[in-house]
């Protein structure tokens, strides 16, 4: 094996479980998150002997994937429709979702917001991620970041409130 496809290797076995949690955040779905990080990782490893000049490939592969999850929603041939409810499993030993609840509550929550909020809110809270990170990885300004992450936990907070307390 090549010292270029090494180093790429030893890269994505690092950094794979964050690339495809991020995917998932921002997208939504499992399988969709597996598609934005497939087409990132074929892109990184186009870009890699860039990228590892550049010094941090990680903020690199996190930039792009936020990238590629963007301009796949752009895309008319990728749109699906969802649906509200999922179709009823047979579950031994009782409810599934029960224990799962507010985890689904959460990110069905997180569905809703615009997609730049969205991201604004998973890189922050989620990732944990300065301000600066943020509006490095998005292209943005730390002032647009802080309000679309403001925008976005409120966004959040209303929508499970409602859910918690439905209207009579």
Known sequence: MAERDKAFVEFVEAALPSL?????LIGGDRHKADDVVQETLYKLYLAWPK???AGNPF????RMLVNVAYDGGRRPWRREVTIAELP???VKGGDFAAGHADRDEVLEALRALAPRQRACVVLRYYEDLSIA???EILGCSEGTVRSQA???LETLRKAIDRRRSPAL
């Open 51 to 53: 990228v590892q000049r």
């Open 150 to 152: 403001t925008r976005g």
């Open 20 to 24: 495809r949690r991020t995917a998932y």
């Open 133 to 135: 990170q943020t509006a």
């Open 59 to 62: 903020a690199y592969a996190r």
């Open 88 to 90: 009823e499993y047979a």
